[in-house]
């Protein structure tokens, strides 16, 4: 696994589902998945990111055969009624909050206390950014969103200093930003690569040596890049190269379900 922040090579789906089915020979294969632009493209409302059907069944058929998890900004709930799955696991709120199937007692909350201090936040930027068209603040239970894809670029010096504002009366949130998001959350060592090594070493008891692939598409997804162990893949999704910790680059949410279907298909 690659950690430094090198260009990923580029890779078909079929070559990727090649290397991975080489390099976990001899392990159990565990997929790691964001949603938005990796098993979705990305939209200008968050609401509009719908998972298609086809989608839906590559994910059934590859977690009737691996352990299958959704690491997502959204919330759980969120991301958990898009999918529409029960045989996956759900890590919402950057993994702030995680659930496993029915069969498997894999849950965890991080950051519960933070709660009412998000929810004081979430009205003062409502009510800050409420008269700025194209701003879209999106509530969350540990964090909230906001999205200016469909902002003027005049209006991004008010967003930012709402959120100077809201920073300086809540000092224990920080700033996560994404593609044109900036998210607000519990200033605590808790992130997606956190979420993902707690599901590594929760499933690694019943799976023995476990080899994990994580396809991401944003700056957040970095640190799981970084926190996947040397027996695993990072696949960057994005169209233009850019840096990443990941070790190779798929260019769309279409390659990643072609991927992941090759890999259902394989396990057959």
């Known amino acids: 696994m690659n950690h430094q922040r090198d260009i990923p090579q580029p890779i078909t789906p079929k070559a990727l589902a090649e290397r991975v089915r080489t390099a976990a020979a001899d392990s159990n294969l565990v997929f790691l998945l964001d949603y938005d632009g990796t ?9 509009d990111a719908n998972l298609a059907e086809d989608t839906r069944q590559v994910l059934r058929d590859l977690s009737a055969r691996h352990p299958v998890a959704i690491i997502s900004g959204r919330d759980r709930p969120d991301v958990q009624n898009r999918v529409d799955l029960d045989t996956l696991y759900y890590a919402g709120s950057h993994g702030f909050d995680i659930a496993g199937p029915d069969d ?5 909350i991080e950051g519960a206390d933070f709660i009412p201090e998000v929810r004081q936040t979430i009205a003062f930027l409502e009510k800050r950014l409420a008269a700025l068209s194209g701003v879209f603040v999106e509530r969350k239970t ?3 969103a906001i999205h200016t894809r469909l902002a003027a670029d005049g209006d991004i010096p008010a967003v930012e200093q709402a959120i100077a504002e809201t920073l300086a009366q809540h000092p224990r949130l920080r700033t996560k930003t ?6 607000l959350i519990p200033d605590i060592d808790w992130h997606k690569g956190r979420a993902a090594t707690w599901l590594i070493e929760g499933l690694q008891p019943a799976h023995g040596p476990i080899f994990p692939v994580f396809l991401g598409d944003d700056q957040t997804d970095e640190d799981v890049f970084a926190a996947l162990p ?9 169209r233009a190269p850019r840096p990443s910790k990941a070790s190779f680059r798929l260019t769309s949410p279409g ?4 991927f992941l279907k090759r890999m259902a298909a394989a396990s057959r």
């Open 39 to 47: 098993l979705t493209p990305i939209v200008d409302r968050p609401g």
């Open 104 to 108: 498997h007692a894999m849950d965890h």
């Open 142 to 144: 540990y964090s909230v």
């Open 178 to 183: 994404g593609k044109r998001v900036i998210e």
């Open 230 to 238: 040397e027996h695993g893949l990072g696949i960057l999704v994005a």
């Open 255 to 258: 390659d990643v379900v072609d």
